[in-house]
């Protein structure tokens, strides 16, 4: 990259920071801060929720996993990948089940309210890893547009773009990361446009849309593992759920349905940048946004990194202000230390300028941002039953931990490679996660009716008894 060139990045990068800062909406009182409430207390609208929604979950290693996928296997790729959005209709709908049928106002209240304090802290601690890995992922995303990981280049965007977007939310909490999200939607699917108007051209439309194979060794692996993966893989992200609770439910469902759509799309058309640089013989080395504006010039280049950091600020500010809630709302709750009161803004403004520093440090270890996905949603797949068969139990502490429990061991089991190959399905590079996801969830099910069986017969062993009545919820497990 030329001077000049770095020059009109770099621009670039500080004007966003600038322009970002001036039109977030500063919070005045914690319900604005951490609740998205406007000054007089009105909540989000739907079209901003809905914006928020789909921005906030498209994150830049999305965008450049799905078009990593598209170059690796052609629109089946990119169909895996998208499909993750698919999932955002069934977290509305699930969690419009919730707010509807037990009035709670969290997850965390809801699962403290079926399976005790221990299960809620099980998963608070699950989100607060997925919450973790957002920084340094989407840091390291922006970083690559300005240079090469060990340069200095790289970290120094990277940290100078998780400065900006810490300003702005700690000016604002949740209301001004719902305001930037309409914009940075609006700027995304805009330089998106661009984007594909330099790509299309270059490609016959037919062979780019039809470019891969339905086989499972060919991508369809990994399109079964995102199917899989929808009623579990979102309820472990707080950047999504958290929105699930900020509006009126018919309101939110609305909002889900519409973005999660709207996201499907997207990412999938994104990822046709991937079959572009597969179809003209282009090398990616792990980065193929980069690698398609490079090959097309700076015009191009420049497109790219508009997109991914628009992408990038989206969800991290989403992150920085998922983690005061958690840390300085939710978790005082489940110890019953705040009641029904909010804490000061100053106690999540501490959580953000923490993490923002904490959260990059992998950054500086390298890893591989596609592993942020396909890792923790396997990890988590023991929530799938938790959230689609909780209407089965009343109160049932061991369904959640049989469940939860059972899956995470099955996700480091298989993260660390100790399962036999004899689990896989298919001989793709995905056949083993997509092995350990099918089986997964199937014990995971059994883990979580077991408690509930158990039960039933005991009850019916009972001489001329009833069968035993379900305990009401307790405050602990």
Known sequence: MTVFE???????????????????????????????????????????????????????????NAANLG?????????????????????????????????????????TSRFGRLASLAFAAAILIRLY???WSNTAVVGGYFGLPGETEYYAAAMLFTVFTLAYSLKGGLRSSIFTDVIQAFVFVFFVGAVLFLVLPANDTGTLLSDGDFRLDAGADLLLVALLQLFSYPFHDPVLTDRG?????????????????????????????????RLNGIEVMGNAPAAVGQS????????????????????????????????????????????????????????????????????????????ATTISGTM?????PVFLFYRFTRWSPWSFHLSFWTGLGLGVAQALGALPATWAIGEGKYA???????????????????????????????????????SQPETSA
């Open 71 to 111: 170059e690796a296997y052609g629109v089946v790729g990119g169909l895996a990948y998208a499909s993750y959005w698919l999932s955002i209709p069934v977290a509305g709908y699930i969690i419009y089940l919730i707010r509807t049928q037990t009035g709670a106002g969290s997850l965390q209240e809801f699962l």
């Open 133 to 135: 890995n957002e920084v």
């Open 296 to 371: 097309l010039g700076l015009t191009a280049l420049f497109f790219m990194s508009v997109v991914m950091m628009t992408s990038a600020g989206s969800t991290l500010d989403s992150t920085f202000t998922s983690l005061a809630k958690s840390l300085a709302v939710d978790l005082p709750r489940l110890a019953g230390r705040l009641g029904d009161r909010l804490p000061s803004m100053k106690v999540g403004a501490v959580v953000m300028v923490v993490f923002a520093f904490l959260g990059n440090l992998p950054m500086f270890a390298g890893t591989d941002i596609l592993k």
């Open 245 to 277: 609770f900020v509006n009126r439910e018919k309101t939110m469902l609305r909002s889900f349905v519409v973005a999660g759509l709207l996201g499907f799309v997207a990412v999938f058309i994104f990822s046709l940048v991937g079959v572009h640089a």
């Open 432 to 470: 083993l996660l997509l092995g350990v996801n099918a089986w997964g969830i199937l014990i995971c099910t059994a883990g979580f009716f077991l408690p509930l069986l158990v039960r039933r017969l005991a009850g019916r062993s009972l001489a001329g008894g009833e069968p035993l009545a379900a």
């Open 6 to 64: 770095a020059s009109v990045f770099w621009a670039f990068l500080l004007m966003y920071g600038a322009v970002m800062y001036a039109l977030s909406p500063r919070s005045r009182n914690a319900d604005s801060f951490y609740r998205g409430a406007d000054d007089q207390g009105n909540p989000v609208g739907q079209w901003s929720l809905t914006a928020s929604i789909f921005i906030s979950w498209i994150f830049a290693k999305s965008v450049t």
């Open 380 to 384: 988590v797949m023991g929530l799938a």
